[in-house]
């Protein structure tokens, strides 16, 4: 209200000192070059009047033209990078939405109205390679590398490139170019953790893992689980270049940070019976299988003393198992030295037990053997066994494969440290289900219809 106010007041002002010069008009003379004018001072004023008022007219027009138009001045780099920031972000939607062809398109139309910038590489890079187009994408990701905002980025991009194209060792230099350039992302570090296990560069790898560790990527049981393969891994290699004393210092640090690992404590035991320390590495196995009874313990176990009687292997047997009878690790092993020692009588309460405890196809393995060395009927014990649990063994949780021994890397996925020792559920034949009841009953069942086998014939699950 108050400025309507002015201006009226404005206008009125105006209005009043337009009609007293027009009642006054005064006279004007002036004297220019020879020359003589005349004219009236309201004339005169109305004329510099307009001269201002198209003088004010003149600057807001330019300014106008340099700050709305897109013709000339800054005003035009503002509305073209306005019309490729709008490009760029339409390009992102697109490539969100799956429409990588039309991502493509807007990227490179946003390319020619943009200054250089990570953002486009880096949509350009995406979205050729959502299309197939490799080489193009690789092209992008030189280009962010080459910059110096995108430098990291190009880097993880082409390190991507060189793992799809099974260039590790390319791929291997990248991460640790990567590393200098940020040593705190969790994906350069967990890369270059992967890949310096996979080239089998165990001690790079403990380096990298130091730092997973440190910047708080992993919970810190699966860095002590992690330090422990890989320090069986370098205990293995040293073992195998024929370095003994650095074999048993790593197995006893795979042991210090994994204590119920049986590869480890089995490949320590080897070493010390072949340095002549037999009793050293009987104890080993004994203390072991005291914590976690485990088949490679069992084996190696056996090995202390392979040309040994059937008798004597008994009673060596004997002696471990029972320091730990109830496992059915312990009840396997003890079944297996009854029937090499041909105590069938002995064997079968031993095998009921296992039955009721773990009816996996080891323990019906062995009772089938036993059916045969006693004469009965084996028809519902192989019914038994085509329907039993495959029971404990390696495996590699991450793509269900089941090696048939430990390693650092999973032999059908290459995962690092994901083979565990795990109860395996798969089954034999067609899968129906029996209870711990139903087992027994069908050893009830079997009757004394068929001739006694040899001693050979029961089998052994290894």
């Avoid at 109860?423 to 139903?438: L, M």
């Amino acid at each position: 209200m108050t400025r309507l106010l002015l201006l009226f007041v404005g206008i009125l002002a105006v209005a009043a000192g337009a009609a007293w010069l027009a009642d006054h008009p005064g006279n004007v003379t002036i004297d220019f070059q020879g020359m003589r004018f005349y004219t009236s001072f309201a004339a005169l004023t109305g004329f510099a009047a307009g001269l201002m008022a198209l003088a004010a007219l003149t600057v807001w027009l330019y300014g106008w033209l340099k700050r709305d138009m897109p013709f000339f001045g800054s005003n035009s780099v503002i509305k073209r990078q306005g019309r490729g920031l709008k490009m760029l972000n339409q390009s992102l939607v697109a490539l969100s939405a799956g429409d990588h062809k039309l991502a493509a398109k807007l990227v490179e139309q946003a390319e020619v109205l943009l200054p250089p910038q990570p953002m486009v590489h880096l949509i350009a890079a995406e979205a050729a390679s959502r299309a197939g187009d490799y080489a193009r994408a690789a092209k992008r990701y030189q280009a962010l590398e080459a910059s110096d905002d995108g430098r990291f980025l190009g880097l993880r991009g082409l390190v991507g490139e060189a793992q799809r194209l099974g260039r590790e060792s390319e791929a291997l230099h990248l991460a640790r170019t990567a590393f200098q350039e940020n040593r705190k992302s969790p994906w350069v570090l967990k890369t270059l953790f992967s890949l310096e296990v996979a080239a089998g560069n165990w001690a790079e790898a403990t380096a990298a893992l130091d730092k997973v560790a440190k910047e708080k990527l992993m919970n810190d049981s699966r860095v002590k689980k992690h330090r422990g393969a890989l320090a069986f891994a370098e205990a293995t290699e040293a073992n195998l270049k024929g370095d003994a004393p650095a074999a048993k210092k790593g197995f006893k640090r795979v042991l210090s940070l994994r204590p119920d690992f049986a590869p480890a404590t089995a490949a320590l035991a080897k070493l010390e019976m072949a340095s002549g320390n037999k009793k050293r590495a009987t104890k080993l196995i004994e203390d072991a299988w005291a914590a976690c009874p485990h088949p490679t313990l069992a084996r190696v176990f056996k090995e202390l003393d392979a040309a040994e009687s059937a008798t004597d292997w008994l009673k060596r047997v004997s002696t471990l198992t029972a320091r730990k009878p109830d496992d059915s690790q312990s009840m396997l092993l003890l079944t297996d030295a009854l029937m090499d020692a041909r105590q069938y009588d002995a064997a079968k309460p031993v095998l009921e037990k296992l039955i009721k405890l773990a009816p996996t196809r080891a323990a019906w393995q062995y009772r089938l053997a036993l059916a045969h060395a006693l004469g009965e009927n084996p028809d519902p014990i192989e019914s038994a066994l085509n329907h039993a649990e495959e029971g404990e063994g390696w495996l590699c949780e991450p793509c269900g494969h089941t090696p048939h021994a430990w390693s650092p890397l999973c032999p059908n996925c290459g995962g690092f440290d994901t083979v565990d020792w795990h109860a395996r559920t798969g089954h034999a034949g067609p899968r129906k289900s029996y209870t711990a009841e139903q087992t027994i009953s069908l050893l009830a069942s079997s009757g004394s219809d068929t001739e006694p086998m040899g001693r050979d014939t029961h089998a052994r699950d290894e």
